[in-house]
């Protein structure tokens, strides 16, 4: 698959949803948007341990 940027972003529609993860050492944080970038909810911080892994 040899994806220029241009056709990445295109096949973004509208009901596409994008989910961003941050994997940190101590907390992740995970966040999610829709296809014009408007944030669905606030951010999700998720520890890393056991009780973060439930």
Known sequence: MNYT???KISQI???TLIIGIDIAKYAHV????D???IELEKYIEVSNSIEGFR
Do not use: V, Y
């Open 13 to 15: 529609t509208e009901s």
């Open 35 to 37: 296809f014009r970038g």
């Open 5 to 7: 940027q241009n056709k």
């Open 30 to 33: 995970a966040r999610a948007q």
